[in-house]
């Protein structure tokens, strides 16, 4: 017996296997329980912490009682000069770490391993064996 299909006719679909049924459905169950883990453990703590910053009061209740800039406005007070001078050097840093490895990194770009170009890659990987601590 030969099927023979027209186009705007209705192709016979095969009947779905339970099997597939039940693993489509148990892989959108394990795919919401993942989204609903990394909320849980991801978003939800940044959440909280945003509104940390900016609440007056926060206890015994889901949302803060009220809303206020107070946190911030310590920031400027003198016992937090360390703590913006810290941030200055660190940042200014990373800016030059990232610029010296962007050079380095292009500079080694194609080049033989042998010589002056082993002895550079020796240097660049030199703060990668060499623990903070004794920094």
Do not use: K
Request: aromatic share 10%; glycine share 8%.
């Amino acid at each position: 017996m030969s099927a023979e299909f027209r186009i705007g006719q209705a192709v016979p679909r095969h009947p779905i296997d339970w099997r597939d049924a039940v693993l489509r459905q148990a892989s959108r169950v394990a795919l919401a329980l993942a989204a609903f883990a990394c909320f849980w453990l991801f978003v939800l703590p940044v959440i909280v912490v945003a509104l940390s910053s900016v609440s007056t009061q926060w206890s015994g209740t889901i949302l803060p009682a009220g809303y206020s800039l107070r946190w911030f406005e310590r920031l400027g007070s003198p016992e937090y000069d360390a703590l913006l001078t810290s941030l200055e050097i660190g940042f200014g840093v990373s800016a030059l770490g990232t610029m010296l490895g962007l050079w380095l990194a292009l500079a080694l770009e194609g080049r033989d391993r042998r010589g002056l170009g082993a002895l550079v890659d020796a240097l660049v990987m030199v703060p990668n064996g060499v623990p903070s601590v004794v920094l």
